[in-house]
Nanobody
């Protein structure tokens, strides 16, 4: 089994920064990719960013390009999302996800961490 735990959310003013962390546990974990999604109240969950764990290749949705950076610490089995120049529209619950299928099925999810950006 894989357990994902997010941390680092909070309240920040527009233009500020936060760094989210997602730790993956499980002695048999061998993930293909990890990523971040977000969901605001009343809205659909949307993809934010992903990283391929073996190569470190990253991908971002257009709205966060140039502002967010995803990274990994393989030894710690942890993925980070550095969020800079935050905007009120970034406000959402951010979820960490992991894929062990190799085809981005996102079969494991964390509990979410709230990010609130004030004007």
């Amino acid at each position: 089994q894989v357990q994902l735990v997010e941390s680092g959310g909070g309240l920040v003013q527009a233009g500020g920064s936060l760094r989210l962390s997602c730790g993956a546990s499980g002695r048999t974990f061998s993930g293909y990719a990890m990523g971040w999604f977000r969901q605001a109240p009343g809205k659909e969950r949307e993809f934010v960013s992903r990283i391929t764990l073996s190569s470190g290749m990253t991908y971002y949705t257009d709205s966060v390009k140039g502002r967010f950076t995803i990274s990994r610490d393989s030894a710690k089995r942890t993925v980070y999302l550095q969020m800079n120049s935050l905007k009120p529209e970034d406000t959402a619950v951010y979820y960490c996800a992991a894929d062990t299928t190799g085809v981005l099925s996102w079969n494991y999810w964390g509990q979410g961490t709230q990010v609130t950006v004030s004007s």
